[in-house]
Each structure stands twice: as C-alpha cells, then as structure tokens.
C-alpha cells in the first residue's frame, strides 16, 4: 500500500492597520488532505483525512523597514526534468513552461539553476571532459544541447528576457576525486584544486556561446 500526503499552507490577509498601509496583519490557515493509493485498489485515489485549521497567530509585515533585496524567484533546469518534457507533446510542454515562466499565465520565473556535470536529477553519472584532461582541451557541452538548454531558451522565451542562471557542481569528474567516483562522498583532490576552478570558467565560457549567462556559482 502506498500512502501519499500533499500538506498545502496559505495565508489570509486580514487588513491594513495604519492609513498608510505601511503594516499588514495576516492570518494562517493551514489545509490538510491526505490521500491512499493502492495499485491494483479500484479506488486508486482515496481522499482519508480532510483538515482545515486556523491558528491563533498574526504575521504582521512593516512595508515600510527593508533588508537584504531579493533578486528573484526561480527553479532548476535538471536534465530530468528537460528529459521528461521532450517526451510530451508540444503544447504540454510549453503549457508547463508557461506555467513556470510567462508573467501573465504563470509565475514568472526569472531565475534558473543549472548543474555542472551531472547532478541527482540526471539521467546518469557525466562530466565534460575525457579521463586525465587536466589541460581541458576535451571540454565540451554538447550533451547539454539536448535537453536542458533547449528548455533554457524556451524558457527565455515564456519570460520574455533572459533568465539570470544559478551554476552549481554535485561532483566534480570521478578522477579528480580521492575515491575516484562522482557518488558515495570523496573529496577533491589538492592537485586538481587549479584544474577544478579552470573547469567552472570553461562551464562558463561555453554556456555565454550558447547565449546563456551564468551569474551565480555555488563551489
């Protein structure tokens, strides 16, 4: 038997508290559905619980007292998920898009983050370059040219502007590492410390031909 539980949380807004409208007061309500699949049930979906609670709490925001800016809201364009929408038709897949990108059908994304080399949402284990390269004159992205900048450029498309791109490795090339896999921990290795960060300018470099700005780095 499997047992699927979607919790879903919204708020309320309650009202303006200075004829300013400087302070929002906002009260929470949480709903609760919790579903039971089976199968080979007859009733595939069954909805079991159903629960609607108010807190007694208030969540006030001072328009007016600011901090750090916020740059944007965004998702990760995974191999997988690319991967995925290339086997729907074309109008699911850009409904999908949209749903994510357009500013008037959908959120309205302005933010992406990419992997550098494969990373857990990906069809399996890759880098970008052949065994032993420490010159990186094998370094190529063409593998990337199939599913995950495509969607990319779509994706620009839906938003109307280019999408600012978050560039993050889960591991770098197995033979970098001290247990010569990209899997299962390891570290990198000292003597590839130079090779490594010659690697993310490459990354770089090669999505900026693609037309494509990486703006943001994880290491």
Known sequence: MLVKRLHLCYTISENVLDSNENVIDWKVMSMFFQYQTAKDASKKHQL????????????????????????????????????????????????????????????????????????????????????????????????????????????????????????????PPAWMKTNYDMNHGGKLLPKYYEVWSNYYVKFIEAYKKHGLNIEYITV
């Open 48 to 171: 079991i619980i159903k629960r609607a609670d108010k807190f007694d709490m208030i969540i006030s925001i001072d328009l007016k007292q600011k901090f750090q800016r916020i740059i944007g809201f965004g998702g990760a364009f995974t191999e997988a998920a690319a991967y995925t929408l290339s086997k729907v038709d074309i109008a699911t897949r850009q409904k999908v898009i949209d749903y994510y990108f357009d500013k008037d059908k959908g959120l309205g994304y302005t933010i992406g983050r990419v992997h550098i080399n494969s990373c857990d949402f990906s069809l399996e284990n890759y880098d970008y370059v052949d065994e032993y390269d420490i010159d990186l004159s094998s370094f190529n992205i063409e593998r990337e040219l199939k599913y995950v900048i495509p969607l990319i450029k779509d994706s620009e498309n839906a938003l109307g502007q280019s999408i600012a791109l978050l560039a993050s490795p889960w591991s």
